[in-house]
Each structure stands twice: as C-alpha cells, then as structure tokens.
C-alpha cells in the first residue's frame, strides 16, 4: 500500500488526551517522539522556523548512524525545551499534520513532553515564576513596590544579579509595570443600543489579559477608546484569571485546567448572552479558540467561549463589513511596518490588522510575516535570548528596511523584542490598536 506524499486537506487536530495515564508515560513518549522525529529527519522543511528543527537534524547527523536510532533518548529533551510552542510548523511547513495518516502535531508532542518533564519535577523556580503573570503581576503593581521593581529590571547592576541566580538573561529589556491597572482604571462605555451585524454581535466583552492590565494598560484603554468611537457598548469581564498560556508552555496542564474553571464560568455566561469576547494579546484569544477547546472537547462552556471570543482586528474588520464601523480616520500615520505574531497567524482569519491599517488615508503599511523569536517568557531566558535574537534578524532587518514611521505588532511583547533588536531608530513602537487610536484622532 502507497502512503500519499503530503496532503492536499485542511489540517485538523485531535484533542489533547492529557489526562490520561499513557500521555505522561514516559516509555510511550520516548517512542512517539522517535516516530515523529523519524519522519521530521527525511523531511526537513522546517528547517529554518525555530532552532528546535536544526538542535534535531544536528543531533541526528553527529550521531553514529546518523538516522533517529543513534540519538540518545536524553537529548530529545535538548529538542523539546527548544520548541516554543509557536504552531508555524504545524500551520505552514508541515505536509504530513492530521488528516494524513502520519498524524504528526509536532508542536503538540514537545507540549505533551513538557508535561512529562513537568509532571517529574524537572522544573526551574525561574520557570514557575515567570508563568505565574497573575501573581506577579499583583505584586509588581502594588504602589512603591512597582517603583522598586521597575527600578530592579532597568539597573546593570541588578539585571546582572538576575541572570546568575535567576537565568533571566541581562540583556533583554523587560516591561514595566504600572500599578495603573487597567482593570482597576478601565471606564467601559454601556450606554449604546446594540446594533448586532451579520457577522459580528452589537455588544463586547473585554478580557483584560495580564499583559495588558500589568504593564501596558494603554492598549485596553485604547481598545475601548476605539469601541466607544462606534458606538458598541461594553462591558469588563467581571472576573479573570490568566487565560493559562505560560502554563500550557510550562507544561502545568493542572494549572491551566485551574484557571479554566475561574475564567470560564464567567465567560461562557456573556457568550450566552450574546457578547463578543475580545482579549487584545493574540495568545490568550489563541487559548481560548483552541487549546482549551483541544483539553476539554466535551465542555460545551469552553465550546460557547471558543466561538464568541474574537481578536479585535477581526471584530472589527467584520464590522466594517456589516457596515458598522466608522471610516472618519482624520490623522494620516504615514510608513507603518507592521509584524504579525505566530499566535494571530494560527488564529487562520487571514491579516486582519494590515485590512484596518491600510484603510487609514496616507498610510503605507509593510507586513512581516515570519517568527520574531521571542515567545512569551522563552527570550527572556539566558538559555534563549541569543537565540531568540538570532530568530528574530531577519524581522528585525525587514521592519527597518521600510524606514517607517512606527513599529508595531499584535503582540506587544513581540513589538518590544523587535525594538530591541533593531537598535537605533527614530520609528516609534505602538500597539496597532493604539495607531487605530491616533488614526481616529481619539
């Protein structure tokens, strides 16, 4: 029997069966990686995504027999802690993901491993730390204590005491904190009749994120500035905890299952009750389309969640085709190189952001489409950050080459990474939703 060379078929994917006994067992684990690594060695198309592919083909090449089986099990975990979770292989590269019958969900396999590797302990304090954004984020924004710690990540002397006891690299700029929550600061505008479109509801819901309630709550304010412009009325999720993404790549499966039972009861409720849940960092909107969706298939909140929640672009993309979204932009924004994020890129709704930009008057947009690198807490690391830089080159070079005016990505961590990387430039870096904002003249 001939198995067919790639697929011509929409990718699909299985749920994730992570609470079952032989998804942690090792020995099964071990086996599936060398399966999948097997068929990732006589292909090699994502070669040049990440550095998890190259760590693999290196380990293989260097190895006796130069094929999977010359490879000690050990340094699979070499490939697994590589891999951060970005989903590009799997959405672009890959020619062999479900429905073919090789079924290969190559980042699902490294998540499923981090999961083992978690469940046995083999987790640094620096790890748990940097995923637990809630309560960091709580402490970090206490008044006096924000100013000490945003003081701490700015200070050489500091910075190199964190890299040797933490490993959290000393050369990567950190974001600041603003005990100006946006959750505690936030004025959500109710009083607009609902105007429901064909395609998008008349009312919103607004989930903060701990990326935007902690440290740049001006994105959220900007996001409601702009939906108050249309008239759309809104609400403040009423409560949140974080969507669970840094746990999912941490592989604390228990943890994030633990922040589903918090987010979702509340959220399920305004999806029933007819809101569009918008959150403005595209992997917690990525969390709740998909991954949860994959953890729990038979939870029909987590269902009712995954279909009302939308990425603001795409909210109101589809509002301006339900005629519904004003056009009156009064300020032009000139050059703009625009970055879209690994984590909208999945989302599979097309390039939503560069749509609404380009309707701005007098503005020329340039898109990179490609991985900066960063990767929520994986570029902060010592391990990574020269890779995550090395990454992210050929974006850092593309967004300059347009001498723009601004820089900016969905993810605001990925648009403070470029900054760093590109170095000296009179470009500004704003959050698309913020040049939304200005375009408006709001």
Known sequence: ????????????????????????????????????????????????????????????????TMEVDGVSKQDYWKVVDRCYLCDMCYM??????????????????????KAVKFRRG?????????????????????????????????????????????GIHKARVLPEYDSATFRSTARPDGSFSVKNGKSTPGKVAVFATCYV????????????????????????????????????????????ARNKDVNIP??????????????AVPSCTLMFKQELPLMFPDDQNVAAVAE?????????????????????????????????PCHLRVQNMGQKTRELLEMIPETTVTTIERCAGH??????????????????????????EAGPDYISSDCAIAGRH??????ETTAKKQHPLTLIRIAYGL
């Open 1 to 64: 029997m001939t198995v067919r060379e790639g697929s011509l078929e929409a990718p699909t994917r299985h749920p994730l069966d992570w609470q079952s006994a032989d998804f942690h067992d090792e020995a099964k684990l071990f086996k599936e990686l060398e399966r999948v690594y097997g068929i990732c060695h006589g292909c090699r198309r994502c070669v040049n995504l990440c550095t998890a592919f190259p760590t693999l083909f290196d380990l293989i090449d260097e190895s006796k």
């Open 92 to 113: 672009t590269k890959c020619p062999y993901v479900p429905p073919h019958p090789w079924n290969v969900d190559f980042p699902h396999l490294q998540l499923r491993a």
């Open 122 to 166: 083999e987790v640094r304090f620096r790890d748990k730390l940097l995923s637990s954004t809630d309560a960091l984020g709580k402490l970090a924004t206490i008044p006096l204590v924000v100013q000490a710690v945003n003081t701490v990540n700015k200070t050489g002397f500091t910075r190199n005491i964190m890299d040797r006891t933490l």
């Open 213 to 256: 309630n902690y440290n740049e709550p001006g994105i959220g304010h900007d996001l409601l500035k702009i939906l108050a412009h249309n008239e759309v009325p809104v609400v403040l999720v009423e409560k949140e905890a974080c969507c669970g993404m840094p746990k999912l790549e941490l592989g604390d499966l228990d943890a994030v």
């Open 266 to 279: 509340v959220l399920a409720k305004l999806a029933r009750e007819g809101y569009a849940i918008l959150t």
């Open 308 to 340: 009302a929640m939308f990425d603001p672009f795409e909210y109101l993309v589809l509002r301006h085709k339900d005629r519904l979204l004003k056009a009156d932009f009064t300020q032009p924004l000139g050059r703009i190189s625009y970055h879209v």
């Open 375 to 400: 990767d929520g807490t994986w570029g902060v690391k010592r391990e990574h950050f020269e890779q995550s830089m090395k990454i992210g080159q050929p974006v850092f070079r593309q967004m300059a």
């Open 418 to 423: 470029i900054k760093q990387g590109m170095g």
